[in-house]
Each structure stands twice: as C-alpha cells, then as structure tokens.
Nanobody, 130 residues
Framework: QVQLVDSGGGSVQAGGSLRLSCVAS????????MAWFRQAAGKEREAVAA????????YYADSVKGRFTISQDDAENTLYLQMNSLKPEDTAIYYC???????????????????????WGHGTPVTISS
C-alpha cells in the first residue's frame, strides 16, 4: 500500500519561502513520477512541479519557474518542494502525488486524472499574505 504524507505548509508574507516535504512509503524498487499539485479556492487542481525518479527530469508550471525547485532524497524516500519569492497567488492547498511504476511524467501538465497520478497526500495549506 503506497502512502504519501505531505507537510510543511504555513502562512508567510509575500517574498518569503517555504519548503514542503512528502514522505513516500510502500513503493517497491521502481521508477515513477512524483509531483506537487495545488488547488486554490474555486480553481482546478494543477501540477506545479514534477520529477521522474528514474532519471531526475523535472517539470515546472510556467507560473513557478525560477522560484520553485523540486527535489528528491532517495535515502529518505522524501520529495521536497522549495518555494522562494512566494506571491499571494501561490496561496492554495498543496498536494504530493505519485504515479504508478513506469509513469514518466509525460502527461503531467494535463489534469490529474489524465496525468495518471494514482496516489495522493492529504494536502498541506499554503497562505501568502501581501
């Protein structure tokens, strides 16, 4: 049983930083897509950043390029999202997600049901004040 536990959200002022963490358990030795999605009030859930564990290739939404960095710590089975220069429009609930083995993040820019994210964390709220 795959489980994802995400954490690290909080409230900061614009320009500040936060680092989100996601601990994964239950995966066998395989490669798959891991990602951070976010959902703001009244909006669709969207992919923010993703990484393919098999090769380290990454994806970033245009809105966060240059500000957010996704990374993985294989030894700790942990996914991170370093968020810098935060803006009020980054306010949302952030979810860690993972695909089935073999998912290479090729559809990550599509809605989550198309992207093939099979596993989800419970979400961690991020609030950015101006």
């Amino acid at each position: 049983q795959v489980q994802l536990v995400d954490s690290g959200g909080g409230s900061v002022q614009a320009g500040g930083s936060l680092r989100l963490s996601c601990v994964a358990s239950g995966y066998t030795d395989s490669h798959y897509c891991m990602a951070w999605f976010r959902q703001a009030a009244g909006k669709e859930r969207e992919a923010v950043a993703a990484i393919y564990t098999g090769g380290g290739s990454t994806y970033y939404a245009d809105s966060v390029k240059g500000r957010f960095t996704i990374s993985q710590d294989d030894a700790e089975n942990t996914l991170y999202l370093q968020m810098n220069s935060l803006k009020p429009e980054d306010t949302a609930i952030y979810y860690c997600a993972a695909g089935a083995p073999g998912n290479m993040c090729t559809l990550i820019s599509y809605p989550p049901w198309v992207a093939g994210m099979d596993y989800w964390g419970h979400g961690t709220p991020v609030t950015i004040s101006s």
